[in-house]
């Protein structure tokens, strides 16, 4: 099984960079916006290496979680690696495709650190540090997840991600401005990609 190393996270961050902010909104980053983003990645990494590894599906969401005939059952588990303990929790209580209410959000995430606890999976990891590697985890995920949606719709003429790039962006934009090392990120988010995006996808659908 693939690991999900340190490669591997630049090249998805890269989905973004190159699909969402160069070929979807022709954006180039200023030499300051390319530190800014640079840092950013380096901070997004660390925190996803620096957990334990597990067995990642790297695209547990509710769309991938069917049920028939009172049986559950998980799909599109192909591209599974090993990677960090965090990713396939956040992508469920971060899905792209549904937002849960905060408080529920809140009371699962304790949920899951209780139970990775119990199995041992946390060493000496207190909550917050595992909220930290959650938020920073969700991140990555969300930055290379817009940059698909825009990659499937101007190389495969998908148009039914569209609907997906600002939720996606908007959890960008809310979890990095609590964090200070990458306050920057979110505000270059929401200043600048937000509405080059907002435009964009109007100009689209007309």
Not at 194 to 201: G, R, S, Y
Request: net charge negative; glycine share 2%.
């Amino acid at each position: 099984m693939q690991a999900y190393n340190e490669d591997f996270i630049k090249l998805e961050l890269d989905i973004f960079s190159q699909w969402l902010v160069s070929d979807f909104i022709n954006e180039s980053l200023s030499a300051e916006q390319n530190v800014m983003w640079q840092t950013s990645s380096e901070r997004l990494i660390k925190a996803m290496l620096e957990q334990p590894t597990v067995t990642v599906h790297r695209d547990y969401h509710s769309r991938n979680i069917m049920n028939s005939n009172g049986q559950w059952a998980i799909i599109d588990y192909q591209d599974a690696v090993r990677g960090p303990l965090c990713y396939d929790v956040v992508s469920l209580l971060r899905d792209c495709y549904f937002k849960l209410p905060q408080k529920e959000l809140t009371s699962l995430l304790d949920f899951a650190y209780q139970e990775f606890t119990a199995q041992n999976l946390l060493s000496n990891t207190s909550f917050d540090e595992f909220k930290y590697w959650f938020d920073l985890t969700g991140l990555q995920r969300h930055l290379k997840a817009a940059g698909i949606f825009c990659r499937l719709y101007l190389r495969d003429g998908k148009t039914g991600y569209l609907d997906n790039i600002l939720p996606t962006l908007d959890y960008i934009v809310e979890v990095a401005v609590n964090y200070p090392e990458l306050k920057a990120l979110s505000e270059w988010t929401k200043n600048t990609i937000v509405p080059k995006v907002t435009e964009k996808l109007a100009k689209e659908r007309s």
